[in-house]
């Protein structure tokens, strides 16, 4: 795994066509939410991509900005290297001000930047659906830079906190079962936002048994295809 900081227009386009690319507004929504579907791809020979857009260093509000964002970015570059993971990329924004600093630090070009290099086989983001006002920014951004792009690429969209609303898109369940246990177990090393973690674990739980009904398989994850 390599970790990656974005520097504007440090990109060269090279044809790619085995990655996967997941924009995430903090660092643990991956694991919360789609973190089966990442192991399947990686042991599928997929190069998976995560793109990080804050480290949430608010999620501690009791501590100092650097110390939190360091922990943080510790605990998710012990998981990427873990997995497989190929590549880590970090924007590095503000928490909670999202919206505001991806106009600021030109996020769209980079996005854009990124998906040319890489010409993913498919996107995956957070939902519309989310509350979280962090979350809602990224889906807005990445789908509107994705929409932007002469090459149409797949978009699929994954909620982290929010129960999915009832959409028309098509829906994706993915069997994780041969995943789900060791992805427990990783979530839980997401030590600093233990309190988050421990309050998401029943949740997580139920919705990948529920999910894997609907799937005919033990454990599954849903995804929506937006584009």
Known sequence: MIRVRIPVGAFQNKKMTNNILFLCPHDDDLTIASLGYVLKLIDDGKSVIQIIFSKGAMSHPHFKEDVIKEIRERETEKIANKIGLKKLIYFDLKDMELKKEIQAHDIKSKIKNIIEKYKPERILTVSSSETHPDHRTVNEVVLNVVDSLKKKYPVYTFNVWTRPKLMQNPIIYVDISKYF???????????????????????????????GIKNNCKYAEKFERVR
């Open 181 to 211: 246990w060791k992805k427990i177990k990783i979530l839980q090393q997401h030590r600093s936002q233990w309190l988050s973690i421990y309050l998401q674990l029943i949740p997580v739980i139920f919705r990948a048994k529920y999910y």
